[in-house]
Each structure stands twice: as structure tokens, then as C-alpha cells.
């Protein structure tokens, strides 16, 4: 490819933007590494695989599980992103299909309204609303399944705006080709406008899940922070970023660089779990 | 086969159910929007006064205003958005248009990219700790806050670019390449335009997170109530404001309503005006 | 307007620096316990308005960062909520406040008073029903404070228990949490700051202080010494302290500045 001068000046500095964008996050895991060392080398990597509880001040008994922990964050993802990634996608459809012009707008609007609800509101309507709903069927009331759909509230507006934003995206001339068809609505929208948008909508559920493993604020209000692996969605469960949460501030250092040993080892698990899903995305045929 | 007649009625049921499926998860929306606001004026609406929108934070936020607190959230969502959005879309921009994917560069930084979204936010406050204030030597600064939430948001811009550009019609990069256009010239006249508004959404979203984000903040931009001078001076998020008047101040619920129903009225102007903005822009190059 | 755009954003990044210059000023930081930062703040504000030349600077992050702080000289002074422990005998503290502890039930909840054996009993997991304890049948939800917490050290040293003993179906962070908790689940028993709790009762919502072992939990019992359950707010410093620094000390426990604590719904040391 034939660069001109100007092209040339461009991709350097584009480049220098992109090497910059991708190595933030090993300054940020180089952090994590440097915190944990001291637990690292205190051995405490087996402890926080096969302990069973969770009682790092106990003077008795200390015990440091993580993988109740690492449970918890995978299932109330899981369960955040099958609640919104359907609704949201849907929710999409029906924005750029359904509403006319004006609606449409205003949909838009309370979208981005609800995208920037501070995480501690969303964790007090947890806590004020829909724990005390959950407690009429099952105490606690704050469990897996409240972490689960308030999760799935924060991450909604990111998935609806990105796949409305893919829906837009889909070229008029493959819509006007489908009517002309004769192809229903639901027909060209599953057929030709989902598939089409696919790569927009995958991305914006990957970011969305994402961000769903790393909320903190809301989540610790509502999960109930039991540290055990739950046996159904009403039983209380503490995911890794709460328990940084809740105890980063009054934590010993020894405390302290095990908490920052659960944050490293999530990130990796996480952005394994990331990585595969992206994976997958680029072997379905997209672009990645 | 089926007869024309229930084929029809199957067409019309499918869209029948799809539409509604997609309006209950509208309307779901709504309710609980609906929900949280309808709490927030309850408790807030009689606490919120020109006084409280422009006076000083006294007695731990419950009564005066958070005036100094609005300056320091916007510097902070400023400097945020000045910081992350270059190296948001020049890495889409260089991933779309430079590199091919699948190659080990592009995978690799899309790899760091995605990685970056799901550190948690408690994390990131941590490392903006340690990293803008301490190493740094930034301090307890609207700056370090504003630098560490560009760090949480760069994945969000980077992708909602990417996915603009590559969803760009296909026959816009080779037209320009047989008018004779550089790459730098097809890129500012006609690629960044045309993906103007997926550009514009990612940035929506920032905005929106930078604006409730709460961990990153408490320990980098810190807790003062003072009016800052420069970013170089502490000074709390609106967010950090609510929490503290939540959760640590006896009787804060009316004020901190308050704080919050101001802060989904700041993300209402600034995405309203983002997006007349945005229309204008567009208008010059589609007319 | 694309070229000029990146200079007009220069310029007005430039121009929020253009405040950066600050005259030479006195400065006391202070940093640590999210609980007593509010408070702090509002006196230094006062101490402010009286002492010209003097600036306060307030953050949180927690008590153990105020120990780290106060330790490594980037504090004046470290805000913690509880007493100091034995490996942290380098540190002087200084004593303002204290926050009485109590135990809150739902204001539906029959039961008004625990003996101290009873709490232990509750929150051991012997005791699983409020039926045994004179209540309806139905399952308690116990709820305790995370690791680490002054709240949950006092509650512990009150029971005698090990942190490894409680069988929490809850577990909390903030005082507001607990409350809201409770609030939410009318079987749930939680201990949070008599203030607090004191104050949300009085405010309607449907939580009540009970007594323990028979003592009425308020706040001038704290004060008088006859309530059991307590911990200290307290500022650390490490070595010398300027002459300024002290100063803020006596402002913190001088009488005229006790209402500063009370409005927080602390007891304060001044009386």
C-alpha cells in the first residue's frame, strides 16, 4: 500500500495512540502484581484455591477462600447478562422498527439517563425496593438474584445504545432490498438487520459484561456478602469486588496485598473469559 | 405447503410477538427509571434551590449547596473526555484503518483494550491512587480523577468507534482511494464524519459513566468541599458527594436526592446538547 | 473550524491551569476513617474561618490508611475509629469522640431487650428462630459487619466471640447499610451506631435501639460511661506535631465546638 507523506505522519501517531490505549491495562496489572507479591511470596496462592472459608481476621481460625468468590462474580455476570442482553437487544428493535420518530427520542433519552444513575443509587433502590420484594418470597432478600437484576439494570442502557447504534448502522439498501422482497418486519429484522448489526451488538454485550464483573459500589449493597457458593439464586453471595470493596479500607497490609492478589487473579480470569468470548465472536465470521 | 393465508397470520403473529417483546423491555425501562427518579424527587425535590445549585457544601452537605462540587465534577468529566477520546479513536482509527485484523499487532492491542474494560472500578481507583497521585506526584487532584476515569473509558470509546467505522457503507474507503484521496484526507473529510454518530455514542456513555462513577473517584479527586482553584486541587465528584451523604452523614437522604436529581439533569443537557452539536456538524457534510 | 478546533481546546485546557500559583499557606492533612471525615471537615471549616492562613485538607480511604499514613509522614494526622492496636504503638492517639454500638431490630419486632449471652447465642447460630426468644416463628437473619470494621472489633470484644465464630446470613459495610437491612427484612437483627440509628428512628424509619442487659442504648448513656458497647473516634499522629496541628486538637475537644460533634450524633469527649 502506497502511503503519501501526510499518510505516513498519521500512522505513526496513530500508532503511538494505539500502543498507548493497549499497555494502560499492563501498567494497571503490573500494579496488581506489585501489591500481591508480598502474599504471593507468603504462600497464600493454594490457601485461597482450596480454603473453605472466607476469615481472614479471624485469630482462630484464619481462613482465605477465594474461589466462593470467583463463583460469585462469574454467576451474577452470567445471570446480569442473560436478563439484559435480551431485553436490551430487544428493547434495540424495537427502538429503530417499532417507535415512531418522536418516541424514538425520547427512548433514547431515558436510556442515556439511566446509564448515568450513580452505582450507590442503583445499590439504595436495590436495597429499598427490591430486596424487600425478594424477602417476601425468600429471606434474605439480598442474594444472587438481586445482585443479578440490578446488574442487568446498570448494564441495559450500554447494550440497547450500542445495538441501536448497530441497528442504524445497517445499510438502507439491504432493508429496501428485503421490502422489496416482500419481507414482513419481523422477517427483515431477524433475517437481515440482526445479523447484519451482529459484530456492533456483540461488542457492546462483551463491554457490557465487562463492566458488569468489575461493579463494585451497587453490587456490595444488595448481594448479601456471604462468602459461599450458593445454592440457589435466593441464598446470599459475595463477589470478588466486594469483598475489595468492603475491606480494602480497614485491611492490614499482609490483608491488604491478599486483596490485591483475589483483584489480579480476577482481571486474568476474567479477561480469559473476555478474550474467549471475543475469540469466538472472530471465528463466527466477523470482524473482530 | 402452507396456504398464503397462514403464512400470513404467522408473519403477522412473529412481528406481532417481536413488538411486543421489544415493548415490555422499553417499557421496563420506564418503570424502573421511573422508579429511581420518583424516589430521588420525593426526598430531593423540596431540597433543591438556585442556593443549593451555586452555595457551599456546609455541615457535612446537608444544608448550604454543592456549588464547588459541580465545578470540580465537570473539570473532572472535561479533562476525562480531553484525555481518553484521542487515543480512544486514533487506536479504532489505526485498528480499522491501518491494520489488518486477525494480525498479531491488532489482536493484541484489542486484547489490552478489552482487558482494560473489566478491571473493576475499585480497582482502577487504587491504581489511580498509586500511580497519578503517588508516582506521579499529581496528589489528591481533579486531575488524577480525571486522568484515571480516562483510563476506565477508553475501552468504551475505542470500541464504539471501531464498530462506527467498520460499519461505514463498503464502497466508501475505494471511492475515495479512486478519486485519488490519502488516507489522511478520507479519514478527516469522510470516514470520521460519516461515523460521527456511533462516535457520539460511546461518548454519550462516558460521559454518562464518568458522571456515576464512585470507587475511581474517592481516592484520587479525593473529598474536599473547597471551591478548586486549578485541577491541580482536590476536589469531590458529584458522585462521591452523593455517597458520602448516603452512606457516612446521618440525614443526608434529602441532599443527596438532591445531588442526584441535579446529576441526571446535567447528563440530559450535556447529551441533548451533544447531539444538536452533532446534528449541525453532520448537516454541513450531508447537505 | 476542524484546524482550529485542537487550538481552542488547548487553549482552554491551558487556561484551567492558569490558577495553579498558590501563595504559601499552613497545611494540616488528614486522612483515613470515612466515618469521621465528615466531621473533621465541618471543624476544620470552623477552624478556618478563625485561623487565616491555615489550610485543612480532608480524604478517606479507610482507617488502616490513615495508620499508613499518619506512620509514613504524608498525614498530620490519621482519622481512625477504633482504639490503636498493640503493633501500632509507634502512633499517639488522640481521643474526641466516641460512637456508642447497639443492637437494632425492626420496629414490628416484639423483642426489646438482649442479654449478652443471648446475642452470643443469636449470632453463634444456636439460637435460629425469634420464637425462642419471645418473638414470632420465624428464621433470624443475623447480619454483622465485614472484616476489619471498629464496629464489629468492639461487638466482638463485647461477646468474647472470634470473627470465625458468627454465623452471619448478612454481611455489611457502612451503618446505613445495616439500617436499611433491617428496614428491609423485619427478621433481621444488625448492631450499628447508636447515633445513627437514634437519628433514622427518630426520622420514621422502622427500626428500634434495644436495650442490652437491661442498659438503654442512647448516647447519654455512652457518655456516662453505663452503656458497654463503644468505640473511639480518634485522630493519630506520629512524633512531634507543629504548634497549628495541636491547636486543631483543642479545637476538636473544646466545649463551644461540641455541636459540631452532637450534630453528627457522636458523643463528644468535651462534657
Not at chain 1, 459484530?199 to 459461599?228: P, Q
Request: hydrophobic content about 50%; glycine content about 10%.
Amino acid at each position: 500500500m502506497f502511503l503519501s507523506r501526510s499518510d505516513r505522519i498519521l500512522r505513526g501517531a496513530l500508532v503511538m495512540l494505539a500502543l498507548l490505549s493497549g499497555s494502560v491495562v499492563l501498567l494497571i496489572v503490573w500494579f496488581l502484581v506489585a501489591g500481591a507479591l508480598p502474599a504471593l511470596r507468603d504462600g497464600y496462592l493454594p490457601r485461597l484455591l482450596f480454603d473453605e472459608h472466607w476469615q481472614p481476621g479471624s485469630a482462630r481460625d484464619p481462613q482465605f477462600a477465594l474461589m466462593p468468590m470467583l463463583a460469585a462474580s462469574v454467576l451474577v455476570t452470567a445471570l446480569a447478562a442473560l436478563l439484559a442482553a435480551p431485553l436490551g437487544i430487544a428493547g434495540a428493535v424495537f427502538h429503530r422498527f417499532y417507535l415512531p420518530k418522536r418516541l424514538a427520542v425520547w427512548n433514547q433519552r431515558m436510556l442515556e439517563l439511566l446509564a448515568g444513575v450513580p452505582s450507590i443509587v442503583f445499590g439504595f433502590w436495590g436495597l429499598t425496593v427490591l430486596v424487600p420484594l425478594i424477602n417476601r418470597l425468600h429471606p434474605p432478600g439480598q442474594s444472587l438474584l438481586a445482585a443479578g437484576i440490578v446488574l442487568a439494570l446498570m448494564i441495559l442502557p450500554t447494550i440497547a445504545l450500542t445495538s441501536q447504534s448497530a441497528l442504524r448502522s445497517v445499510p438502507e439498501s439491504q432493508l429496501l432490498a428485503a421490502a422489496g422482497l416482500g419481507m414482513g418486519r419481523f422477517a427483515t429484522v431477524f433475517h437481515i438487520a440482526l445479523p447484519s448489526a451482529r459484530s456492533g451488538i456483540g461488542s457492546g454485550v462483551l463491554l457490557a459484561i465487562a463492566r458488569a464483573v468489575g461493579e463494585t459500589m451497587a453490587v456490595v449493597m444488595v448481594c448479601g456478602n456471604i462468602a459461599k457458593f450458593p445454592g440457589s439464586v435466593f441464598d446470599p453471595v459475595r463477589p470478588v469486588t466486594a469483598t475489595i470493596a468492603l475491606e480494602m479500607g480497614y485491611a492490614s497490609s499482609s490483608h491488604k496485598a491478599l486483596l490485591y492478589l483475589a483483584g489480579l487473579i480476577l482481571v486474568l480470569v476474567t479477561g480469559a473469559l473476555t478474550g474467549w468470548l471475543a475469540f469466538g465472536k472472530r471465528n463466527a465470521g466477523e470482524v473482530s | 405447503m402452507k396456504s398464503p393465508v397462514s403464512r400470513r397470520n404467522h408473519r403477522r403473529f412473529s412481528d406481532l410477538a417481536c413488538g411486543i417483546v421489544g415493548a415490555v423491555a422499553a417499557s421496563l425501562t420506564l418503570v424502573v427509571l421511573g422508579c429511581i427518579v420518583w424516589d430521588l424527587l420525593r426526598l430531593g425535590l423540596p431540597h433543591l434551590s438556585w442556593l443549593f445549585l451555586t452555595g457551599e457544601v456546609a455541615d457535612g452537605g446537608r444544608s448550604g449547596g454543592i456549588g464547588p462540587v459541580l465545578v470540580s465534577t465537570v473539570m473532572i468529566v472535561v479533562i476525562a473526555l480531553a484525555v481518553a477520546i484521542p487515543p480512544g479513536v486514533g487506536c479504532a482509527l489505526w485498528l480499522s484503518e491501518f491494520v489488518r485484523p486477525g494480525t498479531v499487532p491488532a489482536r493484541a492491542i484489542t486484547g489490552g483494550v478489552d482487558l482494560l474494560a473489566s478491571v473493576p472500578s475499585i480497582v482502577f481507583g487504587l491504581f489511580g491512587m498509586a500511580f497519578f497521585a503517588q508516582v506521579l506526584g499529581l496528589g489528591f487532584s481533579i486531575l488524577s480523577g480525571g486522568l484515571t476515569l480516562a483510563c476506565m473509558i477508553l475501552p468504551l470509546l475505542v470500541r464504539t468507534t471501531l464498530t462506527a467505522l467498520q460499519s461505514l457503507p463498503v464502497d466508501l474507503r475505494p471511492s475515495a482511494a479512486a478519486l485519488g484521496l490519502t488516507q489522511t484526507t478520507t479519514i478527516r473529510k469522510i470516514l470520521l464524519p460519516a461515523a460521527l454518530p456511533g462516535i457520539l455514542v460511546g461518548v454519550t456513555i462516558g460521559v454518562a459513566r464518568s458522571l456515576s462513577e464512585t470507587a475511581a473517584l474517592i481516592f484520587t479527586s479525593g473529598y474536599a468541599t473547597r471551591w478548586p482553584d486549578s485541577p491541580g486541587d482536590s476536589g469531590r465528584a458529584l458522585s462521591v458527594h452523593i455517597y458520602d451523604l448516603a452512606m457516612n452523614i446521618p440525614n443526608g437522604a434529602a441532599a443527596a436526592s438532591a445531588s442526584a436529581l441535579v446529576l441526571l439533569l446535567m447528563i440530559l443537557v450535556i447529551n441533548s446538547f451533544a447531539s444538536f452539536l452533532a446534528e449541525r456538524w453532520l448537516r454541513r457534510y450531508h447537505s | 473550524m476542524m484546524k482550529s478546533a485542537p487550538l481552542l481546546i488547548g487553549l482552554s485546557v491551558l487556561s484551567l491551569f492558569s490558577g495553579c500559583s498558590r501563595e504559601k499557606r499552613e497545611i494540616i492533612i488528614l486522612t483515613g476513617s470515612s466515618t469521621v471525615a465528615p466531621v473533621v471537615t465541618d471543624a476544620a471549616k470552623r477552624f478556618e474561618a478563625t485561623h487565616p492562613g491555615v489550610r485543612i485538607e480532608v480524604q478517606t480511604g479507610g482507617s488502616s490508611r490513615g495508620i499508613a499514613d499518619a506512620l509514613s509522614g504524608l498525614a498530620t494526622f490519621g482519622m481512625i475509629s477504633r482504639d490503636l492496636k498493640a503493633d501500632e504503638s509507634e502512633l499517639t492517639a488522640h481521643r474526641f469522640a466516641i460512637d456508642g454500638v447497639g443492637i437494632i431490630l425492626h420496629q414490628t419486632n416484639p423483642v426489646t431487650d438482649f442479654s449478652r449471652q443471648q446475642l452470643i447465642d443469636i449470632y453463634t447460630g444456636k439460637v435460629t428462630n425469634w420464637k425462642e426468644l419471645g418473638g414470632p416463628d420465624a428464621k433470624i437473619t443475623v447480619a454483622s459487619k465485614a472484616e476489619g470494621r471498629a464496629t464489629l472489633e468492639v461487638f466482638l470484644g463485647y461477646t468474647g466471640l472470634d470473627s470465625a465464630d458468627i454465623k452471619a446470613g448478612v454481611i455489611v459495610g457502612e451503618n446505613q447499610q445495616a439500617i436499611k437491612t433491617v428496614v428491609a427484612d423485619p427478621n433481621a437483627i444488625a448492631y450499628v451506631s447508636i447515633g445513627a440509628a437514634a437519628s433514622e428512628a427518630a426520622g420514621g424509619t422502622p427500626i428500634k435501639l434495644v436495650r442490652c442487659d437491661g442498659i438503654e442504648p442512647t448516647n447519654e448513656n455512652v457518655a456516662a460511661g453505663k452503656f458497654p458497647i463503644m468505640r473511639p473516634l480518634q485522630l493519630v499522629s506520629h512524633g512531634e506535631i507543629p504548634a497549628t496541628a495541636r491547636d486543631f486538637l483543642d479545637f476538636l475537644t473544646a466545649p463551644e465546638n461540641a455541636d459540631l460533634i452532637e450534630s453528627h450524633l457522636y458523643v463528644s469527649l468535651s462534657k
